[in-house]
């Protein structure tokens, strides 16, 4: 168990929904990274937070919003939903003063839009 | 850009053979790359890492990594496979641009058959 939770684990939905993913960090931790696993596209990162700020972003489409609580848990926010957008999708996190050296991934929570 | 090719999509080694894992790296500067293995239904584990040193990395579960510079490669090797190594096996390397994110290959499927 990496001390990185993640819910829901399965999440099934329409086209044109929103749904909204959380991830609970291991306990310390200050950064949380989403990443999108999908057959097409691999592992892609989405985007980064650190205490609350976003600090980096990557491949996210505009559809796709995140935030950072004061606890330091994370929502991925999806909306208008399509087809591609089924995937799994994983939260991490990483111990302070060590960047991302080292994450520790969540079991992830895999989406599939129909 | 940075980036990272893992040329196989398989891999098949009989148990107690040495296995090799391939990963190739393209980077502007000095490289900081990853392992990190994926079982079923599971979030992916950190395995090792190279940032500076000896060429020879040692990670978790008798896995090791080899540097090697002049070939931009980064393989990782076992000296006896484990039917339980079998798992997806992803190389990573750190955004040079922007520090707080890996780029991970397309991941290597590692089968080990008794």
């Known amino acids: 168990d990496s001390g990185v939770t993640q819910t829901p684990k399965h999440l099934i939905t329409a086209t044109g929904q929103r749904v909204t993913l959380r991830c609970s960090p291991r306990?310390?931790?200050?950064?949380v990274y989403w990443y999108q696993q999908s057959l097409d596209q691999g592992l892609q990162f989405l985007i980064q937070?650190?205490?609350?700020?976003?600090?980096a972003k990557g491949n996210i489409l505009e559809r796709f919003s995140a935030q950072q609580f004061p606890d330091l848990h994370s929502e991925l926010n999806l909306s208008s939903l399509e087809l591609g957008d089924s995937a799994l999708y994983f939260c991490?996190?990483?111990?302070?003063?060590?960047?991302?050296?080292?994450?520790?991934f969540g079991s992830g929570t895999q989406l599939s839009v129909l | 850009a940075q980036s990272v090719a893992q040329p196989e999509d398989q891999v098949n080694v009989a148990e107690g053979n040495p296995l090799t894992v391939k990963c190739t790296y393209s980077?502007?500067?000095?490289?900081?790359l990853f392992w990190y293995v994926q079982y079923p239904n599971r979030g992916l584990q950190f395995l090792l890492k190279?940032?500076?040193?000896?060429?020879l990395v040692k990670g978790s579960y008798g896995f090791e990594a080899e540097f090697n510079k002049s070939q931009t490669s980064f393989h990782l090797k076992k000296p006896s496979a484990l039917v339980s190594d079998s798992a997806l096996y992803f190389c990573?390397?750190?955004?040079?641009?922007?520090?707080?994110?890996?780029?991970f290959g397309s991941g290597t499927r590692l089968l080990v058959r008794p």
């Open positions: 991490a996190s990483s111990p302070p003063g060590t960047g991302n050296e080292k994450l520790f």
């Open positions: 306990s310390g931790d200050l950064s």
């Open positions: 937070y650190y205490n609350g700020e976003e600090r």
């Open positions: 980077v502007s500067g000095n490289p900081y």
């Open positions: 190279y940032i500076t040193g000896d060429n």
């Open positions: 990573a390397v750190r955004d040079m641009d922007s520090s707080y994110k890996l780029i």
